[in-house]
């Protein structure tokens, strides 16, 4: 059986880049997942749903979840206010 999500991503070596797979069945654990990714400067090769890459306006959307996630972090950490605070002041995703 297909997992639900699959992401397939690279670490960029000098000259080396060994493509990687995460995959799960749960959504939120996918855009989680994209959110590290973002954090670290993977490069996000393929988002797919049941073995089809995602449309475009889908992919984007779970990237843009998962920034607005990363942001949120950051903001909280830099500003040492909690996420209820952070979502009023600035409206990121928590």
Do not use: W
């Not at 779970?62 to 942001?71: D, I, P, R, S």
């Amino acid at each position: 059986m297909l997992p639900k999500y699959t992401i397939e991503y690279t670490a960029q070596f000098r000259r080396h880049a060994q493509p990687n797979h995460y995959s799960t069945d749960d959504p939120v654990a996918c855009e989680e997942f994209v959110e590290e990714l973002l954090e670290r400067g993977f490069a996000i090769r393929a988002i797919k749903h049941e073995g089809l890459d995602l449309p475009k306006p889908e992919f984007d959307r779970v990237v843009k979840t998962a920034a607005g996630m990363l942001a949120s972090k950051h903001v909280c950490v830099s500003l040492g206010i909690k996420a209820e605070e952070e979502k009023y002041r600035f409206g990121f995703t928590a």
